[in-house]
């Protein structure tokens, strides 16, 4: 029994040795092999190269300039290669004048590391131009290594930069949000960069190298391309742009030409800056002097400028009002230029009055108190409804990124924001679109497309992406009763622009026939006890009202909505008529327009 159970022993204890050989010479193999592997061959991501932006004739609008990346052997800073160091910058700035010395040591000596074997980047971009001449006595010095780098370039400037966005070096946040731009080290920050950034930027590559125990570089093993110069076409014909910003010179706000299926052709906000200063990072000075203007070059306000929207809800409301049964397309009313209600009494602009008033001529002439009135008929809950279901309040779902959604009051909406009740006073406010209601240019340009076709389009500045094209996209919105009123809203917008007491009819001077609404937009409240108002070119000038102008042509044939908004232009019409007319003019001249 001894002797069984000793041989018992032996024979475990040398199965257990045959178990543990097999594990270290044949399943350990796999992983050693790994681990060596892993030694000397080392894997590189490959940084895709961003797409190009064009506009709809080919045009270059973000493309890729040449140039080179320069890179310093990790190391450097210990002690005993210090003096290598020092003669490596040396030859740097003495071959590459413009380079910032102070800048280059501070940077290496931030991202060098004990544990760090790979070059360091030290110079982000150096033009093809000013390389070339001296790129063969850098590339022979082991410690110097020059990569292609392209930057991102604006050939237009400050031309559509609301619209375009601008490339920019990429921060924590962006990083954590997509790894792939911490090996690009740039990204979209504003703008169609910032809205198409993750198609631009395309997909990283590959490449797997032999490298010795030194870390050097012995043979390249195997490439897998990256996935790059994706292209995006857009809506905007850049030329019509840059025709548009000169049009705007020294006046803030937005123009938008859209097609009435939704292609927006042109859009910008005023003031615009130049792209090109935050490609590798804006000056302290020019980031001051921007960031405290008081007319808010940095506010895209195509989509983040948030203004009452005034006189040009009238179509949309009057189209309400006479679809429903409470009002109706022949009810009319009296204009004596003010409507007591409570304590308060509501004025048209007009301080005679219009005298009877029906929906055309309440359109044409834009009278307060037509609207006044009909909203106490009506009532807020149908009246914020019908706007809202008109694209008011809500994303227009256009190609830009963080769009606002503004504001069209109710008594739901007030009772969460405030947690207070709705009063009569505030529905007759909301009918002139002043109080709570707050609209964006896109928005406004959207429900004018509404009134000329009956269709509520999503703009779109996008074409094509690669070969994929931009599909137009509608909402039927209008009921079948609304459907059939429309001819009357849109005569009457045409009247409002070419018959006598339109609002607009002084100030349009294009030979293309085209429908409208004005707006004037107060930004400070008039006290009760002043009747006669102060002309607004006699205002302080930021207390000046905000001038609309929002419009479709060819009136019989509606090709495209082309809205005009100056901040502190006073008057709707004479502030933007001008500027609307000619851009009817230049789209007859290019073409876009067939009468």
């Known amino acids: ?276 200063t935050f490609v590798t990072g804006i000056s302290n000075e020019l980031w001051e002097k921007l960031s405290v203007s008081p007319d808010k070059p940095f506010t895209n306000k195509l989509i983040h400028g948030l203004y009452p929207p005034g006189s040009t809800i009238k179509t949309g409301l009057g189209l309400i009002y006479i679809s429903s049964p409470e009002i109706g397309p022949n009810w009319n009313t009296y204009c004596t230029a003010s409507m007591p209600l409570g304590q308060r009494v509501f004025r048209c602009w007009k301080k005679e009055g219009h005298g009877q008033v029906e929906i055309k001529k309440a359109i044409r002439e834009s009278c307060d108190d037509f609207f006044y009135k009909g909203s106490l008929k009506l009532g807020i809950d149908k009246m914020s409804e019908g706007l809202n279901r008109y694209g008011l309040g809500r994303k227009t779902e256009v190609d830009l990124p963080n769009e606002f959604v503004g504001t069209v009051p109710s008594r739901e909406w007030k009772r969460k924001k405030h947690n207070q009740p709705w009063y009569i006073g505030e529905t007759v406010n909301t009918s002139i679109g002043q109080g709570d209601f707050l609209t964006t240019p896109m928005q406004i340009a959207r429900f004018t497309a509404l009134m000329a076709t009956g269709k509520l389009p999503y703009p779109r500045f996008a074409s094509m992406l690669g070969l994929q094209v931009v599909k137009p996209r509608f909402e039927e919105v209008l009921n079948e009763n609304e459907l059939k009123q429309l001819p009357i809203i849109q005569k009457a917008m045409y009247e409002v622009c070419n018959a006598p007491g339109g609002t607009a009819v002084n100030y349009v001077s294009s030979k293309v026939k085209i429908a409208g609404k004005t707006g004037t937009a107060q930004v400070v409240g008039i006290m009760q006890n002043i009747k006669n108002r102060e002309s607004e070119h006699d205002m302080e000038y930021y207390t000046r009202s905000h001038a609309w102008f929002t419009t479709y042509g060819p009136y019989e044939n509606p090709q495209y909505v082309v809205l005009a908004f100056v901040e502190h232009g006073g008057h709707g019409g004479s502030a933007t008529g001008k500027i609307v007319s000619d851009i009817y003019d230049k789209l007859l001249e290019l073409g876009y327009i067939k009468q």
């Not at 050693?32 to 961003?50: D, F, G, M």
């Not at 150096?126 to 001449?133: A, G, L, Q």
């Open 1 to 276: 029994m001894k002797i069984k159970f000793i041989l018992f022993i032996f024979i475990a204890i040398w199965l257990a040795l045959l178990v543990r050989v097999f594990s270290l010479s044949v399943e350990s193999n796999s992983y050693y092999e790994r681990l060596s592997y892993n030694n000397t061959i080392k894997t590189e991501q490959i940084a895709p190269v961003r797409g190009e932006i064009v506009d709809i004739n080919n045009r270059p609008v973000a493309i890729n300039q040449l140039g080179f990346k320069i890179q310093l052997a990790p190391h450097l800073g210990l002690k005993k290669n210090l003096h290598i160091f020092e003669e490596e910058v040396n030859t740097l700035v003495k071959l590459l004048p413009k380079l910032d010395k102070e800048k280059i040591i501070k940077d290496y000596k931030k991202a060098d590391s004990y544990y760090n074997h790979n070059f360091i980047d030290i110079v982000e971009f150096v033009s093809y131009e000013e390389i070339m001449p001296v790129y063969s006595i850098l590339n022979l010095r082991e410690n110097i290594n020059i990569i292609s780098s392209p930057k991102r370039y604006y050939p237009y400037k400050e031309v559509s930069s609301h619209t375009i966005g601008y490339v920019s070096r990429a921060n924590k946040s962006d990083v954590e949000e997509e790894k792939l731009i911490e090996l690009i080290g740039y990204t979209g920050k504003t703008g169609i960069e910032r809205y198409y950034n993750t198609y631009m930027q395309g997909l990283s590559g590959k490449r797997e190298i032999k490298v010795n125990a030194n870390n050097q570089k012995v043979e390249e093993l195997s490439i897998e391309r990256a996935i790059e110069d994706r292209k995006l076409i857009l809506n905007i014909d850049i030329e019509l742009q840059k025709y548009i910003s000169s049009l705007f010179q020294n006046k803030s706000g937005a123009v938008i030409v859209m097609g009435v299926d939704g292609a927006i052709l042109s859009a910008s906000s005023f003031p615009e800056y130049d792209l090109n």
